[in-house]
C-alpha cells in the first residue's frame, strides 16, 4: 500500500493504525505550505485535495474513518474493532463520525474559513469561536463518550487513534485543556505506545 499524509494532519490517525498492525506499506508525505495537495499528480489520485489517501490493490480510498475501518478490517488479528459485535462496531462508527463530523470541522473553523465565507472579517469571527465549539465539543467525549481507559473501554481501538490525534490540537485551537482531564490522560496514555511513537517520529512531530 502507499500512504499519503500531510504532517501534523489528522492522516495522523491512519498512520498510526497502519504502524499498530504492521502493515506493508510506503509512507508519502505531502507539503501543505508548497501547495502539493493542488498538484496535478495527487488530484488525479484523490480530487478532493486532501489526506489522508491510501492506495490499496484495489484502488484509492480517503477519509480518516473509512481508512481506519478498512485497516481494522484487512488485519482482524490486530484486533482494532469489535467486528464481531454489530451494536459495538457501531457504538465505534458512531464516535468516529462524530469526530470526524463535528470535531474536526470546528478545528477547521481555525484555518479554513475560505470553505463557507468568503469575507475576511467572517474568517476573523470563525477563529474567534473556535476555542469555544472545540472545548464544547470534547466536553461531549470527556462527560458521555469516552469510557476510559480507552474509548470503548478495556479495549484499544481505532476509535483512540483519531481521539489522540484530534487532541493534539486542542492547546493550539485555544482550549482549556484543565477542563478535559480524561482527555489529557487517553493523550499521555497513546504517546507512551510504540506504534504512536513510530508514526510520530515518521511524521517528525513530538
Not at 498538484?39 to 474513518?65: I, Q
Request: proline letters at 5%; charged letters at 20%.
Amino acid at each position: 500500500m502507499k500512504f499519503y499524509y500531510a504532517a501534523g494532519t489528522c492522516a495522523l490517525a491512519t498512520h498510526i493504525a497502519l504502524e499498530e498492525v504492521g502493515a506493508d506499506y510506503v509512507a508519502v508525505g505531502i507539503d501543505f505550505s508548497k501547495n502539493q495537495q493542488r498538484s496535478s499528480d495527487f488530484l488525479t489520485l484523490n480530487p478532493k485535495g486532501r489526506v489522508p489517501a491510501l492506495v490499496t490493490d484495489k484502488g484509492v480510498l480517503t477519509e480518516t474513518p473509512a481508512l481506519l475501518f478498512y485497516i481494522a478490517q484487512t488485519h482482524p488479528d490486530a484486533d482494532l474493532a469489535p467486528l464481531g459485535d454489530p451494536y459495538q462496531l457501531a457504538a465505534l462508527q458512531s464516535f468516529n463520525s462524530y469526530l470526524c463530523s463535528t470535531v474536526h470541522v470546528a478545528h477547521a473553523h481555525k484555518l479554513r474559513g475560505s470553505r463557507w465565507a468568503d469575507e475576511v472579517s467572517s474568517f476573523d469571527d470563525m477563529k474567534r469561536k473556535v476555542p469555544e465549539t472545540m472545548l464544547s465539543s470534547m466536553m461531549l467525549v470527556e462527560d458521555g463518550m469516552l469510557a476510559g481507559p480507552y474509548v470503548m473501554g478495556e479495549d484499544y481501538s481505532i476509535a483512540d487513534m483519531y481521539l489522540f490525534t484530534l487532541a493534539r490540537w486542542l492547546e493550539g485551537d485555544g482550549v482549556d485543556v484543565e477542563r478535559l482531564p480524561g482527555i489529557i490522560a487517553h493523550r499521555n496514555r497513546m504517546r507512551a505506545r510504540p506504534a504512536v511513537k513510530r508514526a510520530l517520529a515518521a511524521q517528525g512531530l513530538d
